[in-house]
């Protein structure tokens, strides 16, 4: 489990009691996509909704809770259970992602049982080809609360991002000071990124630390969060999790995604 501590003036967003309140009167209500994944997976994450290591899927064509649908259009990018790459087990999802919109490819997975509260994702993620200059992104999250567009996290000008599709905001802010207090994302390994939105704060962890041009709070920071927060009122209600690729401008990338989990609280890296 992370414990990076929190900076001043920044609060680490927390799971509430509230939180896990309603997510017991969700999963009374019987909405149980919300089956608590640590009854099947002793070593689940506490308060996770699932975990998922892609064990389970028996062909290629990832199937269960996954699907492979994208938007408005279709191209040569791909996304396959895959045997010869894992973080953990001996499966994974590979992503071929192709340079152009129309080549994006996803694995997707709908989280519209727990839109609304706080919500945590993790995945493991492991890639061939350094972050390009151009705006990529490899998760998207569909944003109910606005309009529908994709909030999206990938990369720019060679580090991690988060980028809001419906104004083209980014987090951090594409200044050199900015992009300075993101960091690139590894190649040739096991990466875990963790993120976790509650409101309109949003935090994000690579490897267990805290990464400070990933974190959109209640202070505006130049450079970090200033523009991002420069639209009042955001709060995500995020209604799927799509992990892959999506490249805007240039950037090939081969991509493994395992290990995800999506929960109410951190998550951390373990199992
Ligand atoms: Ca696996």
Known sequence: MASSPARPGRRRARASAATALALAAVAAAGQLALQPAAAASPGAPRAAVFTDGFED?????????????????SGTGTATVDSGKAHSGTKSVRVDGRTGYCNHAFV???????????????????????????????????DANDGGRDLRMGGQNQALQWNRESDDATLPAQSPVGVSKSIPLPTNTWSCIEYGITGGNLTTWVNGRQIEGLIADGTPTQDVDQQWRSRSGWSPRLQNLRLGWESYADGNDTLWFDDVAVGTSQLGCGS
Not at 62 to 71: D, E, F, H, L
């Open 57 to 73: 899927q028996s062909g290629t064509t990832p199937s269960g809770r996954w699907n492979t649908t994208v938007r408005d259009c």
């Open 108 to 142: 997707g997975t709908d989280l519209s049982a727990v839109s609304g509260g706080s919500l945590y994702v993790r995945f493991w993620i492991n890639h061939s080809t350094p972050l390009p200059t151009g705006h990529v992104a490899f998760a998207a999250m569909r």
